[in-house]
């Protein structure tokens, strides 16, 4: 079946370390992002993705940052600048293959990370 | 800064009645719109996208748009319990950027 894996489902860091959280699919989508979301809030957008090789930030990349060398994989890693990492992290893509199809396009979920940092 | 906005609710309905939900969004360019609901501890599903205004019906759920009052609504018939849950709405803004409400909480009593 096709979707997106996010894992490891719960993680558990000290503060002052890195941890990079895996995001992987196999729907051919082009388009990646990865999205926060705090306890009774929305999702936040951190970074963002259209093709390989190319990323943007989004409204709260400070303390992050993400690679794109294949299409299947958007890696993001939670740096020790970020201050306040205890998070609900979601990573999701855009169907299509570009252009204005894909744009409309609603956004496929993988089933998060929850990373708590103490 | 382009925003969506919901009320945060709780909206509390009993059983088999119509939960409205709301959103308002500032992007006046915004072509698509989405509702997602999303239970405690997991990820968004999609419900229904909209493109167009009017009304866009799908099982007992209802979206409506009006793009000149930069406005969204979700209708939710004959709601049950297992309807209970957040409900976010989404804005593709432009390019291939999305941003969400912060959600409304419904609750459904039966």
């Known amino acids: 079946d096709g979707g997106i894996t996010q894992s490891p489902k719960y993680l558990f860091r000290k503060e002052g370390q890195n941890v990079t959280l895996s995001c992987e699919q196999n729907l051919n989508h082009d388009a990646m992002y990865w999205y926060r979301q705090d306890p009774g809030q929305g999702l936040r957008l951190i970074y963002y993705?259209?093709?390989?090789?190319?990323?943007q930030k989004g409204d709260i990349a400070e303390g992050y940052s993400v690679s794109r060398e294949k299409k299947e994989s958007f890696p993001l890693t939670v740096t020790s600048a970020q201050k306040n990492p205890t998070a609900f992290y979601l990573c999701a893509s855009r169907g299509g293959t570009g252009g204005s199809s894909s744009y409309n396009s609603p956004l496929h979920f993988g089933n998060g990370t929850r990373l708590t940092v103490t | 800064q382009k925003e969506v906005e919901q009320n945060s609710g709780p909206l509390s309905v009993p059983e088999g009645a119509i939960a409205s939900l709301n959103c308002t969004y500032s992007?006046?360019?915004?072509?698509?719109f989405f509702w997602y609901r999303q239970y405690s501890g997991k990820s968004p599903e999609l419900i229904m996208s909209i493109y167009s205004n009017g009304d866009k019906e799908d099982g007992r759920f209802t979206a409506q748009l009006n793009k000149a009052s930069q406005y969204v609504s979700l209708l939710i018939r004959d709601s049950q319990p297992s309807d209970s849950a957040t409900y976010l709405c989404?804005?593709?803004?432009?390019?291939?950027?999305?941003?969400f409400g912060a959600g409304t909480r419904l609750f459904v009593k039966a």
């Open positions: 992007d006046r360019g915004s072509q698509s």
């Open positions: 989404a804005v593709n803004t432009g390019g291939f950027k999305t941003i």
């Open positions: 993705s259209q093709i390989v090789n190319d990323f």
